[in-house]
């Protein structure tokens, strides 16, 4: 009888050990587990784009009306599967030069979008250099542009305080301008200075503050060898869209944008 009850024993003594060590290592498993950092897209994630700017945002000459590059950046964003949804909130206005942005910046329903951002995209410049050819039709000189790029420079300044003044956390993507009259100057040298100087302006106002690219298209519809433009022969068709969002997309990619937005 002892020895039934001393081996009895001598059993509960092991099967108590052995539960004791399974325990120890599952707690061990669980410690790894917690431990470790899911991938970015164990749960894809809602991201929010707040585009603003000008008739590029809006989506003039888009055929199917739906905000020209903002829907094939949406297509492409969400391509990923770290991203569940790309939702964007179109605050394009034909014709807006940069005094025009700064007032609509102000408005509650833009302020809100911006601040509940992840990501802030702008298209303007255009028309301000539009306005130039305007005013200036029977006589225009170079030095005009350069005039007139003094005070782009300061309202590109303050659109971008004020942005970053309302998110200081979202990224934000500046669409640099092109050749509005390709098809009629093409051949005209000092256009192009005119478009190289601004953009480069552009790039200088930015690099001036966090969280910010420039991305430029200029050259995508100066070498294109297809019709990139409406019928307007101003604003892009819906190829020079689709190549405008490609564009926008892959230089978020390398500049480590979008990683940052899902991070």
């Excluded at 950092?37 to 945002?57: C, E, H, M, Q, R």
């Excluded at 009306?65 to 829907?71: E, L, P, T």
């Excluded at 006589?139 to 790029?149: D, H, M, P, R, V």
Aim: with cysteine.
């Amino acid at each position: 009888m002892k020895k039934v009850f001393s081996l009895c024993f001598c059993l509960v003594l092991i099967l108590t050990g052995c539960s004791a060590t399974y325990n120890e290592q599952v707690m061990n498993s669980f410690t790894r587990m917690e431990k470790q950092t899911p991938p970015a897209d164990f749960i894809p994630k809602n991201v929010s784009v707040a585009s603003v700017g000008d008739s590029l945002t809006e989506g003039v000459g888009d055929l199917n009306k739906q905000g020209g590059y903002i829907q094939y950046l949406k297509e492409l964003m969400e391509s990923r599967k770290e991203i569940q949804t790309a939702n964007f909130l179109n605050f394009g206005v034909k014709g807006n030069r940069t005094d025009q942005l700064l007032q609509r910046l102000k408005q509650e329903e833009v302020k809100e979008g911006i601040e509940n951002a992840d990501l802030v995209i702008i298209t303007i410049g255009g028309n301000d250099v539009m306005q130039v050819f305007k005013e200036n039709l029977t006589g225009l000189q170079i030095n005009q542009f350069l005039e007139a790029e003094k005070g782009y420079k300061q309202r590109l300044t303050e659109i971008m305080q004020l942005i970053s003044t309302y998110n200081s956390t979202a990224e934000i993507v500046l669409v640099g301008i092109y050749n509005p009259f390709i098809k009629w100057f093409a051949d005209i040298t000092e256009v192009e200075q005119i478009i190289t100087s601004w953009n480069q302006t552009s790039l200088n106002v930015i690099s001036e503050f966090n969280h910010t690219s420039f991305v430029m298209v200029d050259d995508i519809f100066k070498n294109a060898e297809e019709d990139l433009l409406y019928t307007d022969y101003f604003h892009p068709n819906n190829k020079g869209y689709e190549l405008m969002a490609n564009r926008i997309y892959s230089s978020m990619e390398q500049r480590g944008i979008l990683q940052s937005i899902l991070e």
